[in-house]
């Protein structure tokens, strides 16, 4: 090892510094490319109209656990996480691609079921299953869906464009898929130490929803397209609202305060929070896998959605210099900080 | 275990009937999706132009072994596999969207690695990195590569045009990458036994490289259409001559008849063929990774191509009653199987 150079542990470097680093000697070459990497999704112009493109991954033992993961469930969920990023551009999804890396001990019927759920959540968002590549993997299941879709130039929304002032609204409410999650794991826990007992999840079945079936806020774009409502800025709350507020202040280069009393938390999520001895706040803030929106809109756009029951104003945007905070209930004033996904660490 | 349906194992079906079983519901709902699943890559029509995108998933343990693959060329590799698949609906690639599932094992250092290799092969082939997914995994690594492409609607070539009478043509010479591969698998075995033997691969650069970074044919599409020559069908050579033949078969509702000795073979792989005691012949109808291009033409075309020295002749498309075979140099007559991965078996 004596002349071996020291190597980074990627796990010290978490998510976001993992891929500025790689990212950062990328160079744009095509006039055709209007977004690289940065957003929810890149951008491309087709001349008649802009092309948007995303790809999340799904990982066994890191995005799922097979355990408590109904496979059509997966399946649908995997579609769906990839079309939020669409919507977040304010774009409309039309195509999903399907790459899927499957070992020997998942069975014909399984993939089955996993295509099934794949196929409804195409058949409720109205998009097309267009390909992909199936292969083989020498243990546990990747899912790769690549998502496509369009939107006029002047349509798209993208992280970058909030301004000082703007209000910073979030749709639906956030931290019930992280207690969802928490559930499952509990029950997992507890079904290790006595396969004979059965699964306590009937009290917890919206939350575990939120987990397991998550759905894509199409309805949300389709209100301020209504309502000819363009966002300053947009991000799909997939790592916790916390996360996503960074990500606009940094590439819209602001600030921005959150009010921990307005953000929008569902009883059933806060109840099992407190079960769990966690505060609904930090579930909602870096919880993550919601999958609703955050987007800045001007003050007088505000105003032609604030009745919308479903959409919550939880702070505003304000100069860089002030930074990313949150106002909690007790007055207290915190920074913001991301967490991204940690399970390498 | 009783009351359970019998399930069936993935292997049984083989990577296209698993695919056939898993495509067979799909439905088509927009009307901007001109070609789904079943070709080199899906067809989006975006009014001005079409948009191509196609996705192929690289497997550690399955399509690399680290102890012989450097990463920067697997990260080469990853890129150029897509745009092959570009290049053969005859299209022009522009974008790759990168999904990276990694275990905490890798540094950073290895990362950029990666990395470095995808942005060569972007700066050869001009085509942007545009965005992607990094995520971690349990257990090795994932690669999932979207590639983007354009084409103009007439310029598009599907599997599925060849007519009887059309002549099949193949660039470079097959089989190369699977004896590199031999050759490599072979390095492994002895050095694993005797770790201070050196690797013995000088001999054998040209296949090696063949495996480890394999080109994508934009040379050509560029001189097919230069040449005012659209071939009537098109496939990229990623499993092998024989399973590509019947591909287009399929697709076009032909048969084909190949000449084993018009097959282009190089004399380094036939003679690394001899070492493993493989016939050369094998490599090349089923080896596969070559990434060459095989297409039919017409018989008027053809002779506007034929003095091209890199354009193989190696049979012709027959009416589908008489079956897909190949004519070997003893004069026997053989019945083409596909092989596809066999990885799950």
Chains 1, 2 share one sequence.
Not at 99 to 113: I, T
Not at 134 to 144: D, E, H, I, Q, Y
Not at 193 to 208: E, F, K, T, V, W
Request: glycine content about 8%; proline content about 3%; some cysteine.
């Amino acid at each position: 090892m004596n002349n071996k150079k020291k190597l980074t542990n990627i796990s010290s470097l978490g998510e976001f510094g993992l891929i500025d680093r790689l990212t950062g000697p990328i160079k744009i070459r095509n006039k055709e490319t209007v977004k690289g990497v940065g957003d929810d999704a890149a951008v491309i112009d087709n001349g008649h109209h802009m092309s948007i493109i995303t790809k999340d991954l799904l990982v066994e033992g890191v995005h799922f656990d097979m355990v408590y993961t109904p496979l059509k469930h997966l399946g649908y969920k995997a579609v769906v996480v990839n079309l939020s990023d669409v919507y977040a551009m304010n774009a409309q999804p039309l195509q999903v691609i399907v790459g899927l890396a499957v070992s020997a001990r998942y069975s014909l019927e399984a993939l089955e079921e996993l295509y099934a759920g794949m196929l409804l959540a195409c058949e409720k968002y109205k998009v097309d299953l267009v390909g992909g590549d199936t292969t083989a993997s020498p243990t546990g299941m990747t899912l790769s869906i690549t998502a496509v879709g369009k939107a006029k130039k002047d349509s798209i929304v993208y992280r970058s464009g909030a301004k000082p002032g703007d209000i910073l609204c979030v749709s639906g409410n956030l931290g019930a898929a992280y207690c969802g999650l928490l559930v499952l794991q509990r029950e997992k826990q507890t079904f290790k130490a006595n396969p004979n007992m059965q699964p306590g999840l009937n009290d917890h079945a919206y939350i575990l929803e939120r987990q397991l079936k998550p759905e894509a806020r199409k309805d949300i774009i389709e209100m301020l397209q209504k309502a000819a409502v363009k966002p300053t800025a947009m991000i799909d709350i997939s790592d916790g609202l916390a996360s996503e507020v960074l990500h606009i202040c940094k590439q819209s280069m602001t600030g921005a305060t959150i009010f921990e009393e307005k953000i929008p938390v569902d009883r059933r999520m806060a109840q099992t929070a407190h079960e769990f001895n966690i505060d609904p706040t930090t579930c909602a803030l870096s919880g993550g896998e919601d999958y609703e929106l955050l987007f800045a809109v001007s003050q007088d756009d505000y105003k032609k959605i604030e009745a919308n029951e479903d959409i919550h104003p939880v702070g505003y945007i304000t100069e860089a210099s002030l930074g990313s905070h949150l106002l909690t209930s007790s007055g207290q004033q915190v920074k913001l900080t991301a967490q991204g996904w940690d399970a390498l660490r």
